[in-house]
């Protein structure tokens, strides 16, 4: 049985997606002290662009963090073709989602920005649904 799970391919989708997913969170997770060293600016960039009634904090680009590093860990274990990976992976979308309505409100913009930061992890869970039987039949 396990012979025949190590002969199941994941397919491209599932591996260009990951792999992009995994930029994707790297490059989160490095720019992290870049960002919390220049907070201000970041907060002085908003306000100059009319977008006082809404700074970042400090505890936003870490919970950003642990999110990104959940995702990364989620994905690899997709990889390596473990249904947790799958699970990790979708409830942590779902955090994030609602993380992203209750500190930014809920208004059409929001909606938008969540839907299209909805694409990549929404085709990867596609393809993984369509490939199945390699994460959950076991």
């Given at each position: 049985?396990?012979?025949n799970?190590?002969?199941?391919?994941?397919?491209?989708?599932?591996?260009?997606?990951?792999?992009?997913?995994?930029?994707?969170?790297?490059?989160?997770?490095?720019t992290?002290?870049f960002?919390?060293?220049?907070?201000?600016e970041?907060?002085?960039?908003?306000?100059?662009?009319?977008?006082?009634n809404?700074t970042?904090?400090?505890?936003?680009?870490?919970?950003?963090?642990?999110?990104?590093a959940?995702?990364?860990?989620?994905?690899?274990?997709?990889?390596?073709?473990?249904?947790i990976g799958v699970y990790?992976?979708?409830?942590?979308?779902?955090?994030?989602i609602?993380?992203s309505?209750?500190?930014?409100?809920?208004s059409v913009?929001?909606?938008?920005?969540?839907?299209?930061?909805l694409?990549?992890?929404?085709?990867?869970l596609?393809?993984?649904?369509?490939?199945?039987?390699?994460?959950?039949?076991?």
């Amino acid at each position: 049985m396990e012979d025949n799970d190590k002969k199941k391919k994941l397919g491209a989708g599932i591996i260009v997606l990951s792999v992009l997913i995994i930029i994707g969170q790297l490059f989160s997770l490095i720019t992290l002290p870049f960002n919390l060293a220049n907070l201000d600016e970041t907060n002085n960039f908003l306000i100059s662009m009319g977008m006082g009634n809404y700074t970042v904090t400090r505890g936003e680009y870490i919970f950003s963090a642990i999110i990104a590093a959940i995702i990364l860990i989620a994905v690899i274990l997709i990889l390596f073709k473990k249904g947790i990976g799958v699970y990790i992976f979708t409830g942590i979308q779902v955090v994030s989602i609602f993380y992203s309505i209750i500190t930014k409100g809920l208004s059409v913009s929001i909606l938008i920005g969540i839907l299209i930061s909805l694409i990549l992890p929404g085709l990867l869970l596609y393809f993984i649904y369509s490939k199945k039987e390699i994460y959950f039949n076991k």
